[in-house]
């Protein structure tokens, strides 16, 4: 549905549709692909608009690695590689959230809900897209079950790929590092959650570690984000006076949804505080709704970080899933004709949004 309608607004904006799917960050992660962190085109410019050698370290390396890797295989381009890789893991992440769904909720309509309402979320296009999103949500996804069901050794490799593909990774670390140190201290499992303690930072510590030798610099990667995409932590002033400004002045309807949108996370936040929903999936969701809302950078682009937060969508996909047929489907295609739209135009229409 998000293709389709993201087809129709570049016909009536007379856009190519893959050159669409294949813009914003969707270069840097293709350059990477093919050239690595050294080698990039001189057309390459950061979030600021200048040529910046040392931009593309924003870019975790997990997802870049592994298209460029695909990519070896002869007739596929690293374009078609990013595709295919998340494609892939789409399905893994559907899967899970399925799984996810009848776990907290013991209902197979509430899994498929949890994936539905994921697929069509604002700016959800991005999962149709060279971007991390698809690979570190369906990593994400499958951490969080293996944590609930007790697997620790998987869900703490899991953790570690996750770490290597975005930075959003520090909320997944931090909630199994939490989980398996509470396991630990009431003696449950005996030793086995040091196996999710231990590997659960690996990946990010490793990235973070090589570009602070890259740039010889302790923080080096933070100052990358700074300097190249003016993205740092602010304790939320820039989104408050953002959703302040949108609210309250005349802006456009896109603008103005955009602010409703980060409300409605905190929202749905406080909707998961829901005895049926396990406190790893909260303080999970918590993490992320706060470094996303907690940092500055383009306000535009934060419904797109908001994906990976989503059992917030567990209230949404249980309260959905407990209606008559005829309410439950209506509610749900007023939430995909939105998401669609939405993602549509901050593609097609609105600068920047990606």
């Given amino acids: ?25 969707a270069d840097w992660y293709l350059e990477i692909a093919r050239h690595g962190y050294a080698d990039k085109d001189p057309s390459m410019l950061d979030g600021n608009g200048n040529r910046n050698p040392l931009a593309s370290m924003a870019f975790f390396p997990g997802f870049p690695l592994l298209t460029g890797w695909l990519a070896v295989v002869p007739g596929i381009d690293p374009a078609a590689a990013a595709m295919l890789l998340n494609l ?14 009848r776990l907290v909720n013991g209902s197979e309509r509430t899994g498929l809900l949890l994936v539905a309402l994921f697929a069509a979320a604002p700016m959800s296009i991005v999962l149709s897209m060279p971007y991390s999103e698809p690979l570190f949500c369906a990593l994400a996804v499958w951490t969080l079950l293996w944590l609930l069901e007790g697997r620790w050794a998987r869900a703490g490799v899991a953790c570690a790929l996750a770490g290597a593909v975005r930075h959003t990774g520090v909320a997944l670390i931090l909630v199994v590092m939490l989980v398996a140190l509470v396991a630990l201290l009431r003696r449950r499992d005996g030793a086995r959650p040091w196996s999710a303690l231990l590997a659960a930072p690996c990946g990010m510590l490793g990235y973070l570690g090589w570009v602070a030798l890259r740039t010889g610099d302790l923080d080096g ?38 602010a409703w949108i980060l409300l409605a996370s905190v929202v749905l936040l406080l909707c998961c505080l829901d005895r049926r929903i396990a406190w790893p999936l909260v303080v999970y969701a918590l993490l992320v709704v706060a470094f996303v809302l907690g940092t500055d950078g383009l306000m535009f682009a934060k419904p797109r970080a908001l994906l990976p937060a989503f059992p917030l969508l567990l209230p949404l996909a249980m309260g959905l899933g407990n209606r008559r047929a005829p309410v439950m489907f209506s509610g749900l295609a007023a939430f995909v004709c939105f998401g669609s739209w939405f993602s549509a135009y901050a593609l097609t229409v609105w600068p920047y949004a990606f």
């Fill in 1 to 25: 549905m998000g293709l389709l309608v993201l087809g129709a607004f570049s016909a009536v904006h007379q856009q190519s549709l893959a050159d669409g799917l294949l813009s914003w960050d």
């Fill in 88 to 101: 892939a893991a789409g399905l893994a992440c559907a899967y899970g959230l399925a799984r996810l769904g």
């Fill in 221 to 258: 990667y933070f100052q990358v984000r700074r300097s190249g995409w003016s993205s740092a932590p602010d304790g939320g002033l820039a989104t408050a006076r953002f959703v302040g400004e949108s609210l309250l002045t005349d802006k456009s309807a896109f603008v103005t949804f955009a």
